[in-house]
């Protein structure tokens, strides 16, 4: 029987900056990226089916498969060495086995805390804070994930209206900075002392060290596990 080969990754000083933030990828993420870059969805189910039925947490194999996975596609098409049909085939590959994966994991129960999850007004690269709504499902939260490019006042008025126990924000890119901070002022000028905790991550925040305290944020988070246990 043949053997799968790994491919070696590259130094890790050869990744951009913020990539040395995020927890070790595990070695089958190579693979996985490339069954994403040949639209394989079966090779990609494969390697996620393994993990899990090797035991491994569902939340780890988001974040040391599929996330650095996702980020090597991002920056294959920021050099432009594939194209973004091939960037948006990657994306809904992960999001259908995100969706298989989680039927097979039993969450803990409900601990009566509520957590709210959105991408700022513009972003719509969503998939990460999907991971980050599952890690709280998992860990006994009731999650209300809005999903990608939820327009401020929209949003304003759900975190008003639902008082859950947390907010997470989503922000990809530097134009959504702005939007982010004014939606954070917002948020804390309308409900003063009964502001929720507000979380932030994504591509933008974590490129720039401490650019979460610039947004006046409470905390932030590189990837789903830590979120998970910050908030534990």
Not at 116 to 134: E, K, Q, Y
Not at 157 to 164: A, Q, V
Request: proline content about 6%; overall charge negative; aromatic content about 6%.
């Amino acid at each position: 029987m043949s053997t799968i080969q790994i491919p070696a990754q590259p130094p890790i000083k050869d990744f951009p900056a913020f990539y040395r933030q995020l927890p070790p990828a595990a070695p089958e993420s190579l693979i996985f990226t490339e069954a994403l870059l040949a639209g394989d969805r079966f090779g990609a189910r494969n390697v996620v089916n393994a993990k899990l039925d090797a035991g491994v947490d569902l939340i780890d194999v988001q974040v040391s498969v599929m996330q650095p996975a996702l980020y090597e596609v991002g920056q294959r098409w920021q050099r432009h060495q594939i194209s973004v049909a091939q960037e948006h085939l990657a994306t809904a590959i992960c999001q259908t086995l995100l969706a298989g994966a989680l039927l097979r994991v039993e969450p803990a129960p409900h601990h009566g805390r509520r957590a709210l999850f959105a991408c700022v007004a513009g972003n719509f690269h969503c998939l990460g804070l999907r991971m980050v709504a599952d890690a709280f499902d998992l860990a006994g939260w009731d999650s209300a994930y809005l999903g990608a490019d939820v327009p401020t006042l929209a949003l304003l008025r759900e975190i008003e209206s639902s008082r859950p126990d947390v907010v997470g924000l989503s922000v990809s890119l530097s134009q959504q900075v702005k939007t982010v901070r004014e939606l954070i002022r917002l948020c804390r000028l309308n409900l003063g002392e009964q502001c929720p905790p507000i979380l932030v991550g994504g591509l933008a925040m974590n490129s720039v060290d401490e650019l979460w305290r610039r947004v006046e944020a409470d905390a932030w988070y590189s990837d789903a596990r830590t979120a998970q246990r910050g908030m534990l």
